[in-house]
């Protein structure tokens, strides 16, 4: 059996996501289905940018599709609301008996959250996730939807206010708030469901 270094154990995070290694097999894997890999003429359509700005904010931000690669970046500043996102427009999913995601990542060392929506809802189910600063591969983090917290514009909301219903999901996106300035840059390769 091959030895892997510490760097691809398994690191449980508090909100029970699982990051591992590219070469570090995991039970999931043979059972991954593919959901956003990027590819297609009109891949750019299909998502929108969400930046703090529309509360009085002045954080920058927005994605491009380039190589079949999605990448979100820009810049935080949290005299405001300190936030920029990218998502998904709604369209219909087929999520039955899904458990979550796979994302195949690189970032710059900063936690960044990824959402579920359901429908139009203002309600986003998020998770965070952190990344390496200058990562030498790819990484790739585990998200199972029953780690999704509901928020609404910032605030938690109780799990029996706004539940998440899986075959309801309509969208999926990519949020940066973890409360610090400069400059941000996360790179996605794909997003599969397990």
């Known amino acids: 059996m091959k030895n892997h270094t510490a760097s691809s154990l398994l690191i449980f995070f508090a909100v029970g996501s699982v990051l591992w290694a590219e070469d570090t097999p995991n039970k999931n894997q043979l059972n991954q289905d593919p959901l956003e890999d990027f590819r297609g003429e009109d891949v750019e359509e299909n998502w929108m940018t969400v930046n703090d700005n529309v509360m009085g904010g002045r954080s920058k931000g ?16 949290t005299n405001g609301g300190g936030f ?33 929506r359901m429908g139009r809802s203002s309600i986003a189910h998020r998770a ?15 998200i199972p939807f029953a780690d999704l917290t509901a928020t609404w514009r910032g605030m938690r909301l109780p799990p029996e206010r706004a539940k998440l219903d899986v075959e309801k999901i309509s969208g999926m996106g990519f949020m940066i708030y973890d409360k610090k300035d400069g400059p ?5 390769d794909w997003i599969k469901t397990y």
Do not use: H
């Open 62 to 77: 927005g994605f491009s599709v380039k190589r079949g690669k999605l990448l979100f970046s820009g810049s935080t500043n």
């Open 84 to 116: 920029s996102s990218i998502r998904m427009k709604p369209r219909e999913m087929d999520l039955a008996g899904k458990k979550g995601v796979v994302i195949r990542f690189k970032g710059d060392g900063r936690t960044y959250k990824f959402d579920a």
């Open 128 to 142: 965070d996730f952190k990344t390496e600063a200058n990562p030498k591969g790819w990484q790739t983090v585990q």
């Open 184 to 188: 941000f840059e996360l790179k996605v």
